[in-house]
């Protein structure tokens, strides 16, 4: 298993913004790596090698013209690949970054209604809500009273229940907890 960190370095460097900085020491290659036997795979079409020593894969790797990159430590001889290391800690931190960017399904969008909305206000909000629930995301729609709105308080019912008619038929409502 391969840890990821992000590193501090990188949130406050404004050129490496949007890049997913991985801290080095996490990821074994070339002279740090600790096993006296490896078994090697070529990354370019992923011909094993076989077990050998490191000494000897080291080399195979310099005469490549690539790096001896351990991806699987905890094997028994521990998996060395020979690629390029700048690449695979690209192609890493890519992964890491389209993972964050995929799981939008567990947010929570929040929209905000009062009593007295215009017409196309709740259009456009409606609308919003809708394509956030396409999008895979939770939607809590929200209707607040201001001062003696709170006497009004059919007015905001018959409101919460035109929302529930104009949402589409997969929005579920959530029961109030209160």
């Known amino acids: 298993m391969i840890f990821l960190r992000v590193q501090s370095a990188a949130s406050e460097n404004p050129n490496l913004r949007g890049i997913i900085a991985i801290h080095k020491s996490f990821i074994r290659a070339n ?43 905890a094997a028994n001889p521990p998996v060395c690949k020979i690629l390029d290391y700048g690449k695979y800690l690209y192609n890493l931190a890519k992964k890491e970054k389209d993972t964050k960017k995929n799981s939008s399904a567990t947010k929570l969008k929040e929209l905000n209604f009062h009593m007295n909305i215009d017409e ?5 909000k409606m609308r919003h809500a809708e394509e956030f629930m396409w999008k895979g995301m939770k939607v809590k729609l929200q209707l607040k009273f201001r001062g003696r709105e709170m006497m009004h308080q059919d007015i905001g019912m018959n409101l919460i229940r035109r929302m529930r008619s104009d949402l589409p038929r ?6 109030n907890r209160n």
């Open 120 to 124: 196309h206000d709740y259009g456009v």
């Open 170 to 175: 997969s929005a579920l409502p959530i029961p």
């Open 31 to 73: 002279n740090k790596i600790r096993a006296r036997e490896v078994l090697v795979i070529v990354d370019e079409d992923s011909k094993s090698l076989g077990v050998m020593g490191l000494a000897e894969a080291m080399t195979e790797a310099r005469k490549r013209g690539f790096d001896l990159v351990e991806v699987n430590p």
